[in-house]
């Protein structure tokens, strides 16, 4: 039975990648750093990532033959703020590589990286070859951590890869996200409980995903042959209005008559159009996203109207 560590399990993408391998076989080992749920079967532990010495016996203790390094602080506001989240990421990923270099050399490691390391790119659609050129704090993060990994990777030709992860939901999503402050707003009118949902740039265009069909991708990553770093998205972009037009539509609803674009809610940097080449993780992985735009939209509405008819 091969076994995983997983940082940030209780995360989005941490929970539905627990539930694919344990429906596998493995034996899943989980990282928190607070207590909360996490699917049956998980091994939970509390634990810091960035202390790079429980960490390290952490991973001395669960010898684990893959590690799934999946945590991220993802909100930030202000330079201080905005620092704070790129040296967290850099010093959480060097954590994650030290503990593996010492004491699992032998074992896998996938990192969870994401689409703003391209932030301002005029390259469509991007690949992971790419030139890095972020336009977030979150980006900047994500693209330091990246370089991390692929110093390592070309130093000790470790098994070592990222996943360029485009924007991807599901019902479990944080409600700060754009998808679910969609699904969120559509099941509040339903009920009465809104008038209307007010949002930023209406038409900002995004890649967006199903986030059971991303977690996979990891999964195919651990298990190839060969490391490498790969896009992973739909190929395909959807705008922000088309997002709530689909959303507002599951709850027979027009989107115009309920949706307002805020200036002040309009990001002040805004990533570039970014969408991923779908073809490298096609061919050498065999995985193409499952679930179309409007079925991931449907699901999450579907899951907010009933969470809010629970209520």
Known sequence: MPTALITGVTGQDGWYLALQLIGEGWQVHGVARRAREVPPGTV????????ATSFAELV???????I?????DSWAGGADAAAAVVEAQRTAMASVLTAWRTHAPASRVVVASSSEVFGRTTT??????????PATPYGHGKAVALELLRRKRAETGGHLSAAILYNHESERRDPRFLGRKVSLGVAAIVAGRAAELHLGNLDAMRDWGYAPDHVDALVRMANAATPGDYVIGTGLTHSVLEFCEHAFAVAGLAARDYVRSDPHLVRAVDPATLVANVEPAARELGWRA???FPEMVGRLVRADLARMEGA
Not at 124 to 133: C, F, K, M, W
Request: aromatic share 4%; hydrophobic share 45%.
């Open 60 to 66: 001395a203790q669960v010898a684990p033959d893959v």
């Open 68 to 72: 799934f390094h999946l945590a991220a």
């Open 290 to 292: 499952t679930t179309t």
């Open 124 to 133: 469509s659609p991007q690949d992971a070859s790419t030139p890095l050129d």
């Open 44 to 51: 939970l532990h509390m634990a810091d990532v960035a202390n």
